[in-house]
């Protein structure tokens, strides 16, 4: 089936720091990207569909100026969270699809658990 | 505003007995139904999808969709220990892959 490799797996450092995350399709193109946050004992929450070529979209209460996606290629986006507080800490995860295909499910990479100190 | 139901659980049931998981959702113009399985700490992992009324069986899991009741179900027959996890339900409601989760059910098999 279908790879999305997320990395890295686990981040920890102090609290003003930038951190990337990287989101790839490794056995096919993905034209939309999604990525997810999940507190603890909670849901995945949608923070931002990216689409190859243009600008995220970002869901309601998601500040767009501290989570900067970027989705340059057909099997990368990067996620980058800036100036990253104690309250940023959570799991990260990214999807992956194609447009078009709402049928289809999205492949889910491995999430990134982030700690900021 | 478009929301996903499901029990939050814990559902327990003993080993060998089916599982029985349900979701509700609101908007009637969603389209795919998709179930997922996240284990603690981990990401989660399609289970099954299906989209046309009725039932789609895949080994020991069956899904079942009603449309006119908006409502969406997962069966777990011959239940086993690993498949104590949390159950997350998600829906599509357009072609552009956006999916709307539930809560998750969380499931404990008991040997």
């Known amino acids: 089936g279908a790879v999305v490799s997320q990395h890295p797996s686990w981040v920890i450092c102090k609290s003003g720091t930038s951190v990337k995350i990287e989101c790839r399709s490794l056995?096919?193109?993905?034209?939309?990207m999604f990525w997810y946050r999940q507190f603890p004992k909670q849901s995945l929450m949608l923070m931002a569909t990216?689409?190859?070529?243009?600008?995220?979209?970002?869901e309601q209460g998601v500040e767009k100026d501290k989570f900067l996606i970027n989705h340059a290629s057909l099997t990368l986006s990067t996620l980058t969270v800036t100036s990253a507080h104690p309250e940023d800490s959570s799991f990260y995860i990214c999807?992956?699809?194609?447009?078009?295909?709402?049928?289809?499910?999205?492949?889910f990479g491995d999430g990134t658990r982030l700690s900021i100190l | 505003q478009k929301e996903v139901e499901q029990n939050s659980g814990p559902l327990s049931v003993p080993e060998g007995a089916i599982a029985s998981l349900n979701c509700t959702y609101s908007?009637?113009?969603?389209?795919?139904f998709f179930w997922y399985r996240q284990y603690s700490g981990k990401s989660p992992e399609l289970i099954m999808f299906i989209y046309s009324n009725g039932d789609k069986e895949d080994g020991r899991f069956t899904a079942q969709l009603n449309k006119a009741s908006q409502y969406v179900s997962l069966l777990i027959r011959d239940s086993q220990p690993s498949d104590s996890a949390t159950y997350l339900c998600?829906?599509?409601?357009?072609?552009?892959?956006?999916?709307?989760f539930g809560q998750g059910t969380e499931l404990s098999v008991k040997p």
């Open positions: 908007d009637r113009g969603s389209q795919s």
């Open positions: 998600a829906v599509n409601y357009n072609q552009g892959g956006k999916l709307i």
């Open positions: 990216s689409n190859e070529g243009s600008k995220a979209t970002y």
């Open positions: 056995d096919f193109q993905a034209t939309t």
């Open positions: 999807s992956a699809g194609i447009l078009g295909q709402g049928h289809q499910p999205q492949h």
